[in-house]
């Protein structure tokens, strides 16, 4: 173009290829068919006017925004952070933007991401990450009529990429039973932690599952809860470890923060892990092989990864998305091993 005339549009491009705007949209962002002789009009065109393609032009002649919209709970605790950095890396390599909404506790503030943001029509599709949604919040997102995908618990009409955690449970524990151990004791979450899709109830359901399989009733005196914080299952598992006659040779803890709180409980207390005391969890934390933590290992960022693929192939039309269990495996370090036997 001369110097001093205005920028072309997408308009123009048209005028020029004599084609419609959906066309040229079409032939520019390479979504959708278009003849090859259509084609050379447009990209002759455009090269003649010095057009350069607008995200938000391609996004009004095809109905796309190109930005996908990500829910979760708090964007500071390391779990869904590693979601999103697999969600947000995949995004990117397939030219898409990231709009987050973290939603609080607080209710008007998730009014607001259900009935402003997201009806603003400014997303393609939307992820959800570990939320439990009322029925009201439910209903306005399918109301959006976008592909939707959940990570971590299930979410009615929401195809959801999901832990199986009695499972998990079940394997940590086999895993302590298998070493000789069967004074096991448990450490899962309080009744605060319960909201989020039940899971402190699942693993114990897992644990126990595990114990009666093998012949051992559970022991209520061998469990105890903590908010899956680090300090706080230190503080209950010096309450499991404190008395030495009806002490516990392992440990289950629901997370891999409390399995480190409860190595560091044994520390206090002098005893040695695996020594005195194994210890397993779940997750596979960024600490556990800092800490040589025996865990079971959901690999979140490839979870986020995973979540885009289903989500990317539903825009695109080639399928449907599907819920479907996501992978673990048992991951032995060195804070588990075989239970001495007995002295003579």
């Known amino acids: 173009m001369k110097r001093g005339s205005t920028v072309a549009g997408i308009k123009d491009v048209a005028e020029r290829a004599g084609v419609s705007i959906a066309t040229v949209s079409r032939a520019l962002s390479g979504r959708g068919n278009v003849s090859a002789s259509s084609l050379q009009l447009v990209r002759q065109a455009a090269d003649e006017l010095g057009y350069v393609v607008s995200s938000s032009a391609s996004g009004l002649a095809s109905g796309r925004t190109r930005n996908i919209g990500v829910l979760l709970p708090s964007i500071s605790h390391w779990f869904y952070a590693l979601v999103l950095e697999g969600i947000s890396a995949a995004l990117l390599r397939a030219g898409y933007d990231t709009t987050l909404y973290q939603l609080s506790k607080d209710r008007a503030e998730r009014e607001t991401v259900f009935s402003d943001f997201l009806l603003r029509q400014r997303v393609d599709a939307v992820i959800t990450i570990s939320v439990e949604l009322t029925t009201e919040e439910l209903a306005a997102l399918h109301a959006l009529d976008k592909p939707l995908v959940g990570v971590g618990g299930p979410l009615p009409g929401v195809p959801t990429l999901y832990l199986d955690d009695e499972q998990v449970a079940q394997l940590a524990t086999e895993h302590l039973l298998d070493l000789g151990h069967s004074r096991i004791a448990h450490l899962g979450g309080s009744r605060e932690t319960e909201a989020d899709f039940s899971l402190p109830t699942h693993r114990r359901t897992g644990y126990e599952r595990a114990l009666r399989q093998a012949g051992l009733e559970p022991d209520a005196t061998l469990y105890r809860t903590a908010d899956f914080s680090i300090d706080g299952a230190r503080q209950a598992a010096?309450?499991?470890?404190?008395?030495?006659?009806?002490?516990?040779?392992?440990?289950?803890?629901?997370?891999?923060?409390?399995?480190?709180?409860?190595?560091?409980?044994?520390?206090?207390?002098?005893?040695?892990?695996?020594?005195?005391?194994?210890?397993?969890?779940?997750?596979?934390?960024?600490?556990?092989?800092?800490?040589?933590?025996?865990?079971?290992?959901?690999?979140?960022?490839?979870?986020?990864?995973?979540?885009?693929?289903?989500?990317?192939?539903?825009?695109?039309?080639?399928e449907e998305a599907t819920g479907h269990r996501i992978g673990h495996q048992l991951i032995v370090r060195g804070s588990t091993r075989r239970e001495a036997p007995p002295a003579s």
Request: proline residues 6%.
């Open 238 to 318: 010096r309450q499991l470890l404190g008395t030495p006659g009806h002490r516990p040779t392992a440990i289950f803890a629901a997370s891999d923060e409390m399995a480190i709180g409860a190595i560091l409980a044994a520390g206090e207390l002098g005893l040695q892990v695996p020594g005195d005391l194994s210890v397993v969890g779940i997750d596979d934390h960024p600490l556990a092989e800092v800490f040589n933590l025996t865990t079971v290992r959901q690999q979140p960022r490839e979870q986020g990864e995973q979540a885009v693929a289903m989500l990317l192939r539903t825009i695109d039309g080639r």
